[in-house]
T-cell receptor, first 114, second 112 residues
Framework: DQQVKQNSPSLSVQEGRISILNCDYTNSMFDYFLWYKKYPAEGPTFLISISSIKDKNEDGRFTVFLNKSAKHLSLHIVPSQPGDSAVYFC?????????????FGKGTLLTVNP | KAGVTQTPRYLIKTRGQQVTLSCSPI?????VSWYQQTPGQGLQFLFE???????NKGNFPGRFSGRQFSNSRSEMNVSTLELGDSALYLCASSPDTRDGYTFGSGTRLTVV
């Protein structure tokens, strides 16, 4: 049962344009969402997060939007740069007992073409 | 500060053998989580340790086990290896905050 879904395995955009990566979740108990970026042969690195009490969070070129009613979030990268080419993982966190656990999607490979 | 260190980086094992992977967390981080990454499945949660106790567990068979030592270093063991266990195994440490996870570079396990 895939509780966090990234339905696009890959996305290709031109340098300077907007990249939009999408993520859907099914578990209503998730209340905190994160995006991680992963280069080959490296571990994932934290990019940006959003709490369920917000619908938008911005950090430089990266913005995450959350639509709770649709159980959908998206990551916007503007403008896209070739160095952004990586696998992007969406993750969701919910309380399990007294602590939290991250559940990841399968990832989307973003390729930014010069 | 030093990051999360995973050893070894690469490992080749034969079916039926067992393997132990090691993870040294960031100093001060008491939570260590393990994930398996395969091309078709993304990052799947194995288990989490906090202060030497397993606090969360994923849906993996009992062949996958782990432990955490008093210095927060963690080991993961896989017994009776199967070809399908070939994957990148990632460890993440956290000061027990929601966005405080820092991942290591992983151990690439190949079972032949």
């Amino acid at each position: 049962d895939q509780q966090v879904k990234q339905n696009s395995p890959s996305l290709s955009v031109q340098e300077g344009r907007i990249s939009i990566l999408n993520c859907d979740y099914t578990n209503s108990m998730f209340d905190y969402f994160l995006w991680y970026k992963k280069y080959p042969a490296e571990g994932p690195t934290f990019l940006i997060s959003i709490s369920s009490i917000k619908d938008k969070n911005e950090d430089g070129r990266f913005t995450v939007f959350l639509n709770k009613s649709a159980k959908h979030l998206s990551l916007h990268i503007v403008p896209s740069q070739p160095g952004d080419s990586a696998v992007y993982f969406c993750a969701a966190s919910g309380r399990t007992g007294s602590n939290y656990k991250l559940t990841f999607g399968k990832g989307t490979l973003l390729t930014v073409n010069p | 500060k030093a990051g999360v260190t995973q050893t070894p980086r690469y490992l080749i094992k034969t079916r039926g053998q067992q393997v132990t992977l090691s993870c040294s967390p960031i100093s001060g981080h008491r939570s260590v989580s393990w994930y398996q990454q395969t091309p078709g499945q993304g990052l799947q949660f194995l288990f989490e340790y906090f202060s030497e106790t397993q606090r969360n567990k994923g849906n993996f068979p009992g062949r996958f086990s782990g432990r955490q030592f008093s210095n927060s270093r963690s080991e993961m063991n896989v017994s009776t290896l199967e070809l399908g266990d070939s994957a990148l195994y990632l460890c993440a440490s956290s000061p027990d905050t929601r966005d405080g996870y820092t991942f290591g570079s992983g151990t690439r396990l190949t079972v032949v």
